[in-house]
């Protein structure tokens, strides 16, 4: 049998790890940051300001999501990145 890999955009898993306590798989956490390797400030910085975007705000996004995203994905950062698995 062979394996099928599925590739997910960085920029996605970034939005899985930011919205993972709310939706409830927090434990996903540590396999997110293994597969990224690292995340740098920029990359963070470059997602969370989607949340400010006119595509954004269309759907009821605004600056608190931003400001939300780019709080837990630094927190996840700090307690995941690097951690053994």
């Known amino acids: 049998m062979s394996k099928e890999y599925v590739t997910i955009p960085r920029k996605e898993i970034l939005g899985l790890i930011s919205c993972a306590e709310d939706y409830g798989y927090t434990t996903l956490l540590p396999d997110f940051f293994k597969w990224l390797d690292s995340v740098s400030d920029e990359e963070i910085e470059n997602y969370a300001k989607w949340f400010k975007s006119e595509e954004a705000q269309k759907k009821?996004?605004?600056?608190?999501?931003?400001e939300t995203s780019k709080?837990?994905?630094?927190?996840?950062?700090?307690?995941?990145?690097?951690?053994?698995?």
């Open 71 to 85: 709080e837990r994905l630094i927190e996840y950062r700090k307690k995941y990145q690097g951690a053994k698995t």
């Open 60 to 66: 009821g996004y605004g600056e608190e999501d931003y």
